[in-house]
């Protein structure tokens, strides 16, 4: 069974450029989650796609955007890079089914260093 | 809105050791609650988790941890502290498990 994997595993970008970033699923999952981890501090939720539609945001402006394949796969995209946007980018995937508690499977992240 | 505190930023300690991490969090209802622990360079790997039930939750690598309604804390301990424990530790909270507040994390060393 192939856990979630995330890529790439680094990146340097300048502000005001965009990113992509990309998450594969865990076998068997139909959810992904995405979140921020700025250095020295806890994840921050951005969103969560189930079934290809956005399905919960956190508090992130609109120039943070993601996709969700038929495959469960999914992309996170960020416009217009800040400074502040430098952060390790996690993706997360469960099984989403009726009256089951499903823990959430963390990729390793992807660290953005904008300059 | 929900919040999270882990008060200890850092805690040392030694090897075989006992451990207790705090975790307090505000909440409008009793949340789903969660450990999780991650190693440099690493993602986030679950240690426990909460929803109901019984107050003490047992979870991987030998840890628990016990939930107080009465004080909004949902601490984590170890009886016996490994160094291959040493780690950063995040408490979080969430309505569904899914859209997860974490707290800013614990950093635990561990020496010999």
């Known amino acids: 069974e192939t856990g979630v994997t995330q890529s790439p595993t680094h990146l340097i970008k300048t502000r005001g450029q965009q990113v992509t970033l990309r998450c594969s699923s865990q076998?068997?999952?139909?959810?992904v989650s995405w979140y921020q981890q700025a250095l020295g501090q806890g994840p921050q939720f951005i969103f969560q796609?189930?079934?290809?539609?956005?399905?919960g945001r956190g508090n992130f402006p609109p120039r943070f955007s993601g996709l969700q394949f038929p495959n469960y796969s999914s992309e996170l995209n960020v416009n217009a890079l800040e400074l502040d946007d430098s952060a390790l980018y996690l993706c997360?995937?469960?099984?989403?089914?009726?009256?089951?508690?499903?823990?959430?499977?963390f990729g390793p992240g992807t660290r953005l260093t904008v300059l | 809105a929900q919040s999270v505190t882990q008060p200890d930023i850092h805690i040392t300690v030694s090897e075989g050791a006992s451990l207790e991490l705090r975790c307090n969090y505000s909440y409008g209802a009793t949340p789903y609650l969660f450990w999780y622990v991650q190693s440099p360079g690493q993602g986030l790997q679950l240690l426990l988790k909460y929803f109901s039930g019984d107050t003490l939750v047992q979870g991987i690598k030998g840890f628990e941890a016990e939930f107080k309604r009465s004080q909004s804390s949902f601490n984590l301990r170890k009886p016996s502290v490994h160094w291959s424990d040493a780690a950063e530790y995040f408490c979080?909270?969430?309505?569904?498990?899914?859209?997860?507040?974490f707290g800013a994390g614990t950093t635990v060393t561990v020496r010999a």
């Open positions: 979080a909270v969430g309505l569904y498990d899914y859209k997860l507040s």
């Open positions: 997360a995937s469960s099984l989403v089914a009726l009256d089951s508690h499903n823990e959430q499977f």
């Open positions: 796609y189930y079934r290809e539609e956005e399905n």
């Open positions: 076998s068997g999952h139909n959810t």
